[in-house]
C-alpha cells in the first residue's frame, strides 16, 4: 500500500491495514458464494414446480381451461427465472452435450445417430451461462 495517505505510516501499521483488507475482501467473497448458493437453492424449488407442471401438461387427454391457466403459470415462472438470469438448456442439433446432460436411459432408433436426444425427462438450466441443473435425457444407442 504505497498511496499518500499511508506514507507516513508506520510499516507494522501499514501491515495491520493490509490485512484487514485481505480479511474483509475474504469475507466479501464468502458473502457473495453464500447469497448466490442461496439462490441456487429458491430457483431449483422454481424449477421443481416447474417440472411437475410440465408432467401434467405432457400427459393431458384434452385441451380444457385448466391446461391452459397450468402452461400461463409456467410461462409466468420461466419469466421470473429469466430475469434472475435462468434459461434452459439448448442442444445443438438434438445431440447430448458433455457435462450438461445426465443419461436416464437409451433407445434403439433406426436411422437416428448414437447420442441424439430422443426425449428430456427433466430440462437443464443455465444460470448466467454456468450450469444450475443437468438434463436428465434419453438417447440413442445403436451399438450391438
Same mark, same amino acid.
Given at each position: 500500500?504505497?498511496?499518500?495517505?499511508?506514507?507516513?505510516?508506520?510499516?507494522? #501499521?501499514?501491515?495491520?491495514? /493490509?490485512?484487514?483488507?485481505?480479511?474483509?475482501?475474504?469475507?466479501?467473497?464468502?458473502? !457473495?458464494? /453464500?447469497?448466490?448458493?442461496?439462490?441456487?437453492?429458491?430457483? !431449483?424449488?422454481?424449477?421443481? *414446480? @416447474?417440472?411437475?407442471?410440465?408432467?401434467?401438461?405432457?400427459?393431458?387427454?384434452?385441451?380444457?381451461?385448466?391446461?391452459?391457466?397450468?402452461?400461463?403459470?409456467? #410461462?409466468? &415462472? !420461466? #419469466? @421470473?427465472?429469466?430475469?434472475?438470469? *435462468? =434459461?434452459?438448456? *439448448?442442444?445443438?442439433?438434438?445431440? &447430448?452435450?458433455? $457435462?450438461?446432460?445426465?443419461?436416464?436411459?437409451?433407445?434403439? %432408433? =433406426?436411422?437416428?445417430?448414437?447420442?441424439?436426444?430422443?426425449?428430456?425427462?427433466?430440462? $437443464?438450466? %443455465? !444460470?448466467? /451461462?454456468? @450450469? %444450475?441443473? %443437468?438434463?436428465?435425457?434419453? *438417447?440413442?444407442?445403436?451399438?450391438?
Amino acid at each position: 500500500m504505497n498511496d499518500g495517505k499511508f506514507s507516513n505510516m508506520p510499516e507494522w #501499521k501499514r501491515s495491520k491495514v /493490509d490485512a484487514r483488507e485481505a480479511s474483509l475482501e475474504m469475507k466479501l467473497q464468502q458473502s !457473495l458464494k /453464500d447469497e448466490i448458493n442461496s439462490k441456487k437453492a429458491v430457483f !431449483l424449488e422454481i424449477l421443481e *414446480i @416447474i417440472d411437475d407442471i410440465e408432467r401434467i401438461t405432457v400427459n393431458k387427454e384434452n385441451n380444457t381451461e385448466s391446461w391452459k391457466y397450468l402452461d400461463i403459470i409456467k #410461462k409466468k &415462472a !420461466l #419469466k @421470473i427465472l429469466e430475469k434472475q438470469g *435462468i =434459461v434452459p438448456m *439448448i442442444f445443438e442439433d438434438n445431440k &447430448a452435450k458433455f $457435462g450438461w446432460c445426465e443419461v436416464v436411459g437409451t433407445e434403439k %432408433l =433406426v436411422g437416428a445417430d448414437n447420442e441424439t436426444i430422443i426425449r428430456e425427462v427433466k430440462k $437443464g438450466y %443455465l !444460470l448466467n /451461462d454456468k @450450469i %444450475l441443473r %443437468l438434463a436428465n435425457v434419453i *438417447i440413442v444407442n445403436n451399438k450391438e
